[in-house]
Antibody, heavy 115, light 113 residues
Framework: QVQLVQSGAEVKKPGASVKVSCKAS????????MHWLRQAPGQGLEWMGW????????NSAQKFQGRVTMTRDTSISTAYMELNRLTSDDTAVYYC????????WGQGTLVTVSS | DVVMTQSPLSLPVTLGQPASISCRSS???????????LSWFQQRPGQSPRRLIY???NRDSGVPDRFSGSGSGTDFTLKISRVEAEDVGVYYC??????????FGQGTKVEIK
């Protein structure tokens, strides 16, 4: 069965960076794009970007361009999302999700930005 | 960006009664291949979102048949024929036709009266 397992919660200071991982299993990792989304406390869902695990190509939402880096390691079927220059507004649960259809989701990673 | 507008934002429902959520897009969601990439997601308290419906009306595997989706162009509806206690949560519509970005509605909170 398809599973996406994300890394654990993080606490960061303003200005720092965070890197979240998403390990895929149960399907061919390189066959589906991996998307990243986030959800601030009590808020809705926001799409951040995707990575093509096959080529490494990426596409991100305009508001995150220059601040987000998406990478992957095909040898361990894992995608990564790194967000730089964190502020308190980046406090959120970050999700990975498979494909543009968003048919499977990780369990979420809470990133708290606080001084 | 395509704006997705849901209504109502809060929906108190009596157990066993039907419920309906509306989702409107700021432009037509018909893609060049003729498909409409409109999905519905359920997010139970403390859980990750779960896709219920894709391409307007296709139920995902394991989704009870009391959930149904319909619509065309810019107007879409999610219906629950008889609400059960496990249906409590927030429901989101999402468009994947005009990307980037993929965009979501604000969410509709379903609760039991």
């Amino acid at each position: 069965q398809v599973q996406l397992v994300q890394s654990g919660a993080e606490v960061k200071k303003p200005g720092a960076s965070v890197k979240v991982s998403c390990k895929a299993s149960g399907y061919t990792f390189t066959a589906y794009y991996m998307h990243w989304l986030r959800q601030a406390p009590g808020q809705g869902l926001e799409w951040m970007g995707w990575i093509n695990p096959n080529s490494g190509g990426t596409n991100s939402a305009q508001k995150f361009q220059g601040r987000v880096t998406m990478t992957r390691d095909t040898s361990i079927s894992t995608a990564y999302m790194e967000l730089n220059r964190l502020t308190s507004d980046d406090t959120a649960v970050y999700y990975c999700s498979r494909d543009g259809a968003l048919d499977y989701w990780g369990q979420g990673t809470l990133v708290t930005v606080s001084s | 960006d395509v704006v997705m507008t849901q209504s109502p934002l809060s929906l108190p429902v009596t157990l066993g009664q039907p419920a309906s959520i509306s989702c409107r897009s700021s432009q037509s969601l018909v893609y060049s291949d003729g498909n409409i990439y409109l999905s519905w997601f359920q997010q139970r308290p403390g859980q990750s979102p779960r896709r219920l419906i894709y391409k307007v009306s296709n139920r995902d595997s394991g989704v009870p048949d009391r959930f149904s989706g319909s619509g065309s162009g810019t107007d879409f509806t999610l219906k629950i024929s008889r609400v059960e206690a496990e249906d409590v949560g927030v429901y989101y519509c999402m468009q994947g036709t005009h990307w980037p970005p993929w965009t979501f509605g604000q969410g509709t909170k379903v609760e039991i009266k």
